[in-house]
Structures are given as structure tokens and as C-alpha cells.
């Protein structure tokens, strides 16, 4: 089993069993049913090996007295070695505490139902080993090349952690067809992170609001109370509705409006399907007041120009001056490049991750900003026809280290190129073909003259539309349908959806010949 950085390292401590009591198998059974009930768990666990004398030496440093006799003793038999972890105790002081003092005749004496006082005889075959702290247990490891005790960590909650899954539902959000990715990139590096938190005002529709505001208020309720025992407080019953007196509140919380994760996971159950949905195909900003309140669509879409005229406004001063409040007037702020899911991966692919593939906000955060940089540089150098590689980047002002430069949680983080993604990213190529596929006409390399025209159409169906009335579609379309291409960047793109056949009150030609099979049925 190799190491796993992402996993959790468990604390552990070393037992070694004796020649001795090696060499009784029901004895080395009845060992391993008391460490069970004991509630500690055998990790690499190795039945019988024969030690060599540099293991010797190096488990026994301490014991230079014996060293001798124990040599002696422990090269006379084969040993049985283990690993011991406990899930809420100091496995060190648990295993310590049952195998007694080194000596059995004072274990038994402290405590007749130690190891060492029921199978120990001596000193030196006291039958028993165990680590003295965790230095000595991992170098105890170390010796026989165990590898460290780990277990997969228990998944929490963490609004600070960000998965791409979580991202993507934020940038591709399912009620937009083309949303600018970029834009809520920029908005999520500033005012982030985005949540899978939904509000049961905006995002429920009203027999689900009235199941979340219940189950916030059970929530909003425990918390009150959790604070009153905080500061002392002894909690008061309510008071009724006959006595007409309301009895004053020491802690006081405003009402909770949105349904995080862990919320939503109680009452997934309860929601109806379309709400279910919502909650698994939406990743929200949070805003407002006590972060109540859940930015939308068109509060996003007014942020981005924001942020986006502020920028290009203060590169335009740096450059033009004063003529920078007039150029920007007539700048379109809709940011020029795209990025797709693809390239998005690409920009993170360097990062590091925990267990469940989730990304440390502030390293996002500082990649995207350093790639910000980049393309707002890019759009600079349209506006004003300058070259982009005479802008220059602030950080490289700084003399540090370039380990520096590639840590994203330095301040000094540096992308190393001058271009956006989408004008340096290449699609893989297919080197290979399918064997059982045909070979495609427009790429034989000698044509016959009856196969040039088709050759060329084939082409031209690659990169183009084909535009018809539809009063020639029988002469033009049922020759040359495969012109119309299907176009894969829309989420239901098919060649329909995308292409335009023009007609008087006919409607599209899809559409057309459908009626006139309908008929004819």
C-alpha cells in the first residue's frame, strides 16, 4: 500500500511479540482477542519473520545493558510484528498499559492481567514489545519498512473548499444556454467562493420554502440556545399567548434565509422534484445583508461590466490619459474572450486538491486573478494597438525565489505566458483512426474529375452552413443536406437547432417536412 498525501495519517505504535510466545499459536490468538476487545486495530500485520541482527540492534538501542542476552535471545526464534491504532486514544499509552512494566514480576504486581505479567518470565523474556512515544514508533516503522497507518478522511463541509463540479455549476448554470464563463470567473475569484447554499425565498417554490423556513427555524432556535449556555444564560420557556407579555431576549439572531449544504441534505427528501434540481444543478454567490441573500443572473451580469470598466478605465489612464473617459464610452464591456470547460481545467490543472477533489479557494483565487491580469492585458492591446508583450507585469518587479512564483499561495504567483488560454489552447489530435472507419473523400490525396466537386462540398460542410429557400429545398436540400453540420458547442446542439432555412409563413424546413409525414400518416 503506498502512501496517499490526501489520506489522514493515523497515530500508531509498534508491538512485537516474542520467540517465545511466537512459537504458541493459540497464545499469539488469545493476544490478538485481547488487543481487539481493547479496542485497538492491527494495521501490517506480520505473522512470523526471523530477525536479522541489524534489526536487532536498531529496535534495541536503548537496552545496551542486555544487549547480549538480548540478541541472543531474539535471533533464537522467529517474532510476530504489528501495527496498533486506536480511533479515539493514545495507542502508545493503550498498548503500554496492557503489556505492563518490563519486568513481569512488578507487572504482576501492578496489574495481574498484563501481558507481561501472565507470559513473561524475565527481563529479558518478558514476550513483549511496544513503542515508548511517537519518535520511537516511527522509527520502530521505519525498520521494517511498514508504511504509515492511513484512513480516508471524513468528508465536512467547507465553504472554502471548491470542487470543479461545484465551479462548473456556478459558470454553466442550467437556465443559461451561452452564460460568459469568464465574467463569473472573475466574480468568483473577487467575491467568492460560490456555495451550494440555496434560499428558500428566491430558489424553492412555496410548499418547499415553507419545508426550509421550518427546518431553518428548528436551526436558528439551537443556535440561540447553544449562545444563551455560552454566556451563562439559563434558557426561560416562551411565554403564552394569555398573558400577553413578552420576556426580554438577551441573544438575538436575524432570521436565516438560506439552506446549506448539510440543511439540504435533511430535507432533500421533502423537496419536489423540481426544487431537487434546482439544488443539484445551481451553485449560487451569496450577498446582502448577513449574506442572506443569493446574486442573480442579472445582478452578476451588472457586477461584471462594473469590474470590467474600472479595469479597462484605469489601463486606458496609464496609457491615454485624460482620453480615457472619453474611450471608454464606446468600449463594449462585454469581455471578448471564452473560455471553455476544457481550457478551465487546464488553468487548474497544477493545483492540489484534498481527498474529494476539492480545490483550497485562495489558490483558485489567485490563478484566476493572475490569468485576469492576462487577458484584460490582451484586451488592452486591441484597443489601443499596442503589442502584449510590452505590457509588463507588476509582480515581476520583485527579485524572489521562482519557487516563489510557482506556489499559488504566494503573493508573487506568476502564470508564465502573455496570452489568454483560448488563443494558446490546441485541441488534441487524432493521431489514430478506427480501423472499421472509412476513409473520408476530402482527405484522399488524388481525386478523379468526377470527385472533385464532391470533395470540395465535403470541405466546405466542415467549417460552413448551408443556407435555402424553401421553395428549392427538394432540388438543393435532398442533394445537399450534409451541408447543414451539426453544431456541438450548444448544450442540445443539433443541426436544426442552429442552421436557417428561410421560407414565406412556412416555418423551418425541419419543421415543414414533419407536418407533411404527420399528414400522410
Known amino acids: 500500500m503506498l502512501f496517499d498525501p490526501k489520506q489522514e495519517n493515523l497515530p500508531y505504535t509498534f508491538a512485537l511479540i516474542k520467540p517465545d510466545t511466537t512459537l504458541k499459536p493459540n497464545?499469539?490468538?488469545?493476544?490478538?482477542?485481547?488487543?481487539?476487545?481493547?479496542?485497538?486495530?492491527?494495521?501490517?500485520?506480520?505473522?512470523?519473520?526471523?530477525?536479522?541482527?541489524?534489526?536487532?540492534?536498531?529496535?534495541?538501542?536503548?537496552?545496551?545493558?542486555?544487549?547480549?542476552?538480548?540478541?541472543?535471545?531474539?535471533?533464537?526464534?522467529?517474532?510476530?510484528?504489528?501495527?496498533?491504532?486506536?480511533?479515539?486514544?493514545?495507542?502508545?499509552?493503550?498498548?503500554?498499559?496492557?503489556?505492563?512494566?518490563?519486568?513481569?514480576?512488578?507487572?504482576?504486581?501492578?496489574?495481574?492481567?498484563?501481558?507481561?505479567?501472565?507470559?513473561?518470565?524475565?527481563?529479558?523474556?518478558?514476550?513483549?514489545?511496544?513503542?515508548?512515544?511517537?519518535?520511537?514508533?516511527?522509527?520502530?516503522?521505519?525498520?521494517?519498512?511498514?508504511?504509515?497507518?492511513?484512513?480516508?478522511?471524513?468528508?465536512?463541509?467547507?465553504?472554502?473548499?471548491?470542487?470543479?463540479?461545484?465551479?462548473?455549476?456556478?459558470?454553466?448554470?442550467?437556465?443559461?444556454?451561452?452564460?460568459?464563463?469568464l465574467e463569473r470567473l472573475d466574480i468568483f475569484a473577487i467575491y467568492g467562493p460560490c456555495v451550494n447554499y440555496h434560499s428558500v425565498d428566491q430558489c424553492l417554490c412555496r410548499e418547499c420554502a415553507l419545508v426550509g423556513k421550518e427546518h431553518l427555524e428548528g436551526v436558528r432556535e439551537s443556535l440561540i440556545a447553544s449562545e444563551q449556555t455560552k454566556l451563562g444564560i439559563k434558557i426561560r420557556p416562551q411565554p403564552t399567548t394569555a398573558t400577553k407579555t413578552q420576556l426580554p431576549q438577551r441573544v438575538q439572531l436575524?432570521?436565516?434565509?438560506?439552506?446549506?449544504?448539510?440543511?439540504?441534505?435533511?430535507?432533500?427528501?421533502?423537496?419536489?422534484?423540481?426544487?431537487?434540481?434546482?439544488?443539484?444543478?445551481?451553485?449560487?454567490?451569496?450577498?446582502?445583508?448577513?449574506?442572506?441573500?443569493?446574486?442573480?443572473?442579472?445582478?452578476?451580469?451588472?457586477?461584471?461590466?462594473?469590474?470590467n470598466k474600472q479595469e479597462i478605465l484605469e489601463l486606458l489612464y496609464s496609457e491615454k490619459g485624460n482620453a480615457a473617459n472619453v474611450m471608454i464610452e464606446t468600449i463594449d464591456l462585454n469581455e471578448p474572450n471564452h473560455y471553455t470547460k476544457e481550457m478551465i481545467q487546464l488553468l487548474f490543472q497544477e493545483l492540489e486538491t484534498d481527498y474529494y477533489n476539492r480545490f483550497k479557494f485562495y489558490h483558485l483565487q489567485n490563478v484566476i486573478l493572475e490569468d485576469r491580469r492576462i487577458r484584460m492585458n490582451a484586451w488592452m492591446s486591441i484597443l489601443i494597438n499596442k503589442p502584449i508583450h510590452r505590457f509588463k507585469n507588476p509582480k515581476l518587479v520583485c527579485k524572489v525565489p521562482p519557487e516563489m512564483r510557482k506556489n499559488p499561495e504566494s503573493i508573487h504567483y506568476t502564470i508564465n505566458r502573455?496570452?489568454?488560454?483560448?488563443?494558446?489552447?490546441?485541441?488534441?489530435?487524432?493521431?489514430?483512426?478506427?480501423?472499421?472507419?472509412?476513409?473520408?473523400?476530402?482527405?484522399?490525396?488524388?481525386?478523379?474529375?468526377?470527385?472533385?466537386?464532391?470533395?470540395?462540398?465535403?470541405?466546405?460542410?466542415?467549417?460552413?452552413?448551408?443556407?435555402?429557400?424553401?421553395?428549392?429545398?427538394?432540388?438543393?436540400?435532398?442533394?445537399g443536406v450534409y451541408l447543414l453540420r451539426k453544431y456541438n458547442d450548444g448544450r442540445n446542439g443539433e443541426w436544426d437547432n442552429y442552421s436557417s432555412l428561410k421560407a414565406m409563413n412556412r416555418g423551418s424546413y425541419v419543421n415543414y417536412e414533419e407536418k407533411k409525414r404527420k399528414e400522410k400518416l
Open 27 to 181: 497464545v499469539v490468538q488469545e493476544v490478538v482477542n485481547k488487543i481487539e476487545a481493547a479496542g485497538l486495530t492491527i494495521k501490517n500485520f506480520v505473522q512470523v519473520q526471523q530477525l536479522y541482527r541489524e534489526e536487532v540492534l536498531n529496535l534495541f538501542y536503548k537496552q545496551q545493558k542486555y544487549m547480549d542476552e538480548i540478541m541472543t535471545y531474539m535471533l533464537s526464534g522467529e517474532c510476530v510484528m504489528f501495527l496498533l491504532c486506536h480511533e479515539t486514544e493514545n495507542p502508545i499509552l493503550v498498548w503500554k498499559k496492557m503489556i505492563g512494566n518490563k519486568d513481569p514480576i512488578e507487572a504482576k504486581k501492578a496489574d495481574p492481567q498484563s501481558l507481561r505479567g501472565i507470559y513473561g518470565t524475565s527481563i529479558i523474556k518478558n514476550e513483549f514489545h511496544g513503542s515508548d512515544d511517537p519518535f520511537s514508533a516511527n522509527k520502530e516503522r521505519d525498520i521494517f519498512k511498514f508504511p504509515i497507518p492511513q484512513k480516508i478522511p471524513d468528508f465536512k463541509f467547507d465553504k472554502m473548499l471548491v470542487s470543479l463540479e461545484t465551479l462548473f455549476k456556478f459558470l454553466y448554470p442550467p437556465n443559461l444556454e451561452h452564460s460568459n464563463a
Open 254 to 307: 436575524p432570521p436565516i434565509r438560506l439552506l446549506k449544504e448539510e440543511d439540504i441534505k435533511q430535507i432533500y427528501q421533502s423537496l419536489c422534484e423540481k426544487c431537487q434540481f434546482h439544488c443539484n444543478g445551481y451553485a449560487h454567490l451569496q450577498g446582502g445583508r448577513n449574506m442572506q441573500h443569493i446574486m442573480t443572473d442579472q445582478e452578476l451580469n451588472t457586477l461584471a461590466k462594473e469590474m
Open 418 to 479: 502573455i496570452l489568454p488560454l483560448n488563443q494558446t489552447y490546441k485541441k488534441k489530435d487524432i493521431t489514430k483512426m478506427p480501423l472499421d472507419f472509412p476513409p473520408n473523400l476530402a482527405d484522399k490525396e488524388k481525386l478523379n474529375p468526377n470527385e472533385e466537386k464532391l470533395a470540395l462540398l465535403k470541405k466546405l460542410h466542415r467549417d460552413t452552413h448551408h443556407m435555402v429557400e424553401i421553395q428549392d429545398a427538394k432540388k438543393v436540400v435532398s442533394n
